[in-house]
């Protein structure tokens, strides 16, 4: 069974960090882009960061961007999205999904497998 993991969610505080995994079973990830993504209450699921299948290419949407960053062990099957200097605007259920090949996208609509997602939460 193909399957995509999340974990490393949480409460942190203002200014805090927190590492998310994405570790993939019954597959591969060698082979496959990986995009996080998040999705507030009442709120569209957004883009946040992918990165290409050798991790030579990675991507931020503008909110993360020198705050986020994004990494892969492809040995470990895993992905890691190290989130710094968290704000309660952060706050959100984190995805990971994968998409076969090696483009890093941000539309949700070109990943096939998703993860069933992972709470942070930032507040004081």
């Known amino acids: 069974q193909l399957q995509l993991v999340e974990s490393g969610g949480g409460l942190v505080q203002p200014g805090g960090s927190l590492r998310l995994s994405c570790t993939a079973s019954?597959?591969?990830?060698?082979?496959?882009?990986i995009g996080w993504f998040r999705q507030a209450p009442g709120k569209e699921r957004n883009w946040v960061s992918s990165i290409s299948n050798s991790g030579g290419s990675t991507n931020y949407a503008d909110s993360v961007k020198g705050r986020f960053t994004i990494s892969r062990d492809n040995a470990k099957n895993t992905v890691y999205l190290q989130m710094n200097s968290l704000k309660p605007e952060d706050t959100a259920v984190y995805y990971c999904?994968?998409?076969?090949?090696?483009?890093?996208?941000?539309?949700?609509?070109?990943?096939?497998?998703w993860g069933q997602g992972t709470q942070v939460t930032v507040s004081s």
């Open positions: 019954g597959f591969t990830l060698d082979y496959y882009a």
């Open positions: 999904a994968a998409s076969y090949g090696s483009y890093s996208y941000d539309s949700m609509y070109e990943y096939d497998y």
